[in-house]
């Protein structure tokens, strides 16, 4: 079965500073790693994937298999940037379907 | 395009009541995924649908099922409800059925007593 784990809950950054959310993933197959985001009374919505490898809104995230981890950076974080973060894992062998992570509220200070 | 929709927005039901929520693809998407969250988790799957056949269930009991419709919206419903179904559910929708693009709405938030 697949899991994500998602291990803070909150993170708490000033503006400018960099941002680091960590992701861990267990799958025994080749996996595909995404990046959701929900801003404040907006809906979920796809930030970025491994595959295409790059950058959204100054976000970056490598898939790093043998740590089975897949953390989300960006260098200098900015307030409009505070939001919930959720990692999902997907199998293409189950369709659709993505395995979501906790979650990790970011919370940029000015 | 105002995006997948879905109905109602909230709603209260009690203990070993019946409930169906329901959902709107976007336009040309034919794929609808189901998905539970309840407060403090993130998403958990339920159900996909493609082409009105289902592709997927996740670990949830016979209580719930769903259907879609040849317009490829959905239905979620569920039979009687537990305390521990109170959650927000919420809808994707995809243009294939085998895709990670996927566009999800507002929810419906689900309260049972």
């Known amino acids: 079965a697949q899991r994500v784990t998602q291990p803070e809950k909150l993170l708490s950054v000033f503006k400018g500073a960099p941002v680091e959310l960590k992701c861990n993933y267990s799958?025994?197959?080749?996996?595909?790693l995404f990046w959701y985001v929900q801003y404040s009374r907006q809906r979920l919505q796809l930030l970025l994937r491994?595959?295409s490898r790059e950058s959204i809104k100054g976000f970056t995230a490598d898939l790093n298999k043998g740590e089975t981890s897949f953390h989300l950076k960006k260098p200098f974080a900015q307030e409009e940037d505070s939001a919930m973060y959720y990692c999902?894992?997907?199998?293409?062998?189950?369709?659709?379907?993505?395995?979501f992570g906790g979650g990790t509220r970011v919370l940029v200070k000015p | 395009d105002a995006g997948v929709t879905q109905s109602p927005t909230h709603l209260i039901k009690t203990r070993g009541q019946h409930v169906t929520l329901r959902c709107s693809p976007i336009s040309g998407h034919k794929s609808v995924s189901w998905y539970q969250q309840v407060l403090g988790q993130g998403p958990q799957f339920i159900f996909q649908y493609y082409e009105k056949e289902e592709r997927g269930r996740g670990n949830f009991p016979d209580r719930f099922s769903a259907r879609q419709f040849p317009n490829y919206s959905s239905e979620l419903n569920v039979n009687a409800l537990l305390l521990g179904d109170s959650a927000l559910y919420l809808c994707a929708s995809s243009l294939q059925g085998v895709s990670y693009e996927q566009y999800f709405g507002p929810g419906t938030r689900l309260t049972v007593t």
């Open positions: 491994h595959i």
């Open positions: 799958y025994s197959g080749s996996p595909e």
């Open positions: 999902a894992l997907g199998v293409k062998a189950a369709g659709n379907k993505l395995t």
